[in-house]
T-cell receptor, first 114, second 113 residues
Framework: EADIYQTPRYLVIGTGKKITLECSQTMGHDKMYWYQQDPGMELHLIHYSYGVNSTEKGDLSSESTVSRIRTEHFPLTLESARPSHTSQYLC?????????????FGPGTRLTVL | SQKIEQNSEALNIQEGKTATLTCNYTNYSPAYLQWYRQDPGRGPVFLLLIRENEKEKRKERLKVTFDTTLKQSLFHITASQPADSATYLCALDKSTGRRALTFGSGTRLQVQP
């Protein structure tokens, strides 16, 4: 079982609310990622980070933002949630070294915006 | 455009048989390819990684092949068990220097007892 945690596991909120999805890992991994996944569909990379103070946008355009102030923490924020943001959000991390390391995933946050 | 294709139809097999899943890609030149298992409502779990200069990789009942000419990877589970029922995802890098993966949509495997 990987030491990567996401909270909350489930979140139902109204349109216009600001939300932050938390992701933490205790493995000392430098690389961290956020993916969005709809049921039965592929994972889409929305943000990634190679280390502290490093963040990049992924393949899928997202209105969310991320920060990486500490190695172990990679929160994702939506300033104003909309129904189109309803999805599963998965956080992952990868250890230092060459690019071909496996990713360790958290359990995910299922977000529903009403 | 770059594509990763996995059979979207579920694969149903009998317990004890070998399951073979396919991952095809176009317009990629990946340095490596990975396979993950995902159970409903959970995050993917890493299974195997194979590099472009490797033809085959094994781990217990799992075997992965990687044919860069055909642009295809095959994932085999021998002596399959009902507990192997899950969705299996392939993932590869874009070889652009970015240390991130692009995932296929996965194939759901159902092993009947």
């Amino acid at each position: 079982e990987a030491d990567i945690y996401q909270t909350p596991r489930y979140l139902v909120i109204g349109t216009g609310k600001k939300i932050t999805l938390e992701c933490s890992q205790t493995m000392g991994h430098d690389k961290m990622y956020w993916y969005q996944q709809d049921p039965g569909m592929e994972l889409h990379l929305i943000h990634y980070s190679y280390g502290v103070n490093s963040t990049e946008k992924g393949d899928l355009s997202s209105e969310s933002t991320v920060s990486r102030i500490r190695t172990e923490h990679f929160p994702l924020t939506l300033e104003s949630a909309r129904p189109s943001h309803t999805s599963q959000y998965l956080c992952a991390s990868s250890p230092p070294g060459q690019g071909w390391n496996e990713q360790f995933f958290g359990p995910g946050t299922r977000l529903t915006v009403l | 455009s770059q594509k990763i294709e996995q059979n979207s139809e579920a694969l149903n097999i009998q317990e004890g048989k070998t399951a073979t899943l396919t991952c095809n890609y176009t317009n990629y030149s990946p340095a490596y390819l990975q396979w993950y298992r995902q159970d409903p409502g959970r995050g993917p779990v890493f299974l195997l990684l194979i590099r472009e200069n490797e033809k085959e990789k094994r781990k217990e009942r799992l075997k992965v092949t990687f044919d860069t000419t055909l642009k295809q990877s095959l994932f085999h589970i021998t002596a399959s068990q009902p507990a192997d029922s899950a969705t299996y995802l392939c993932a590869l890098d874009k070889s652009t220097g970015r240390r991130a993966l692009t995932f296929g949509s996965g194939t759901r495997l159902q092993v009947q007892p």
